[in-house]
């Protein structure tokens, strides 16, 4: 297991950390993150030091939606549950799952955001683990009680890749979470995936610091619809 100090070194050979507390339910959590996210999200420095990386920086991000999706979290029993938090970025949402018992599988397509998802999680590092996965290709050969997605829902051509990944992944009975701040294009891509056989419950909450509603949409699959995979056909026309 990799100290604080080493993983900060490492960090800091790319990055200008900034560390803030947070309080989540009774706890109170230090999130370490990208001190000037809006550098790397500025298209000239994005074309500067990316230019041969597959990934997009949104991962250095703290997004809202994250922390939202944090604070409703420790209100469900989350012990012992196998968790995967996918396209964990900062981390901040399995973090604070893994600090109410859960055991999370941490997982993103940056690198980078693997290690500041370890570093947010030290103290309960023994109970995660961390592994680059791109959604549209790979498998984790295990399934979890609880998948989490704090914004990923924002391009239509993800969706028949998620849906196959989350079916793959599931568990029996297990069930996704979004945490979405709203967006008018997530409707359309909610409805994408009713038309897929998930059962959609959604829950509204107050205003974000960012001045958007916060929506929590839980996902579910009868067990009849468990290997009813769109056709290449199909998926061609999701992605049109």
């Not at 920086?57 to 809202?64: G, K, L, R, T, V």
């Not at 799952?97 to 947010?120: I, M, Q, S, T």
């Not at 023994?126 to 829902?153: K, M, N, P, T």
Request: glycine share 4%; aromatic share 8%; with cysteine.
């Amino acid at each position: 297991m990799r100290s604080q100090s080493a993983l900060l070194e490492k960090i800091q050979v790319d990055y200008e950390v900034a560390c803030e507390r947070h309080p989540f339910g009774e706890l109170a959590i230090d999130i370490y993150r990208v001190a000037q996210p809006e550098a790397l999200l500025d298209e000239a420095a994005l074309a500067a030091t990316h230019t041969t990386v597959p990934w997009a920086p949104y991962w250095a991000e703290a997004w809202d939606a994250a922390h939202a999706m944090a604070q409703q979290l420790v209100h469900r029993d989350l012990q012992q549950i196998e968790l995967l938090d996918l396209g964990c970025g900062l981390g901040i949402t399995g973090t604070v799952a893994a600090a109410h018992g859960a055991r999370v599988f941490f997982a993103d397509y940056a690198p980078p955001a693997l290690l500041f998802a370890e570093l947010n999680c030290l103290p309960w590092r023994a109970a995660c683990q961390f592994q680059c996965v791109d959604w549209r290709h790979d498998s984790l050969e295990r399934q979890f009680e609880l998948i989490v997605g704090a914004d990923i829902l924002y391009d239509r051509a993800d969706i028949p890749h998620l849906d196959r990944f989350w079916r793959q992944h599931l568990a029996p009975e297990g069930k996704v979470l979004l945490g979405d701040p709203n967006r008018p294009l997530t409707n359309e891509l909610l409805e994408m995936l009713h038309s897929l056989g998930w059962q959609l419950k959604t829950t509204r909450y107050p205003r974000l610091a960012g001045g958007r509603d916060f929506r929590l949409v839980q996902a579910e699959l009868p067990a009849s619809r468990r290997d009813d995979l769109p056709s290449p056909e199909e998926s061609a026309k999701m992605h049109s």
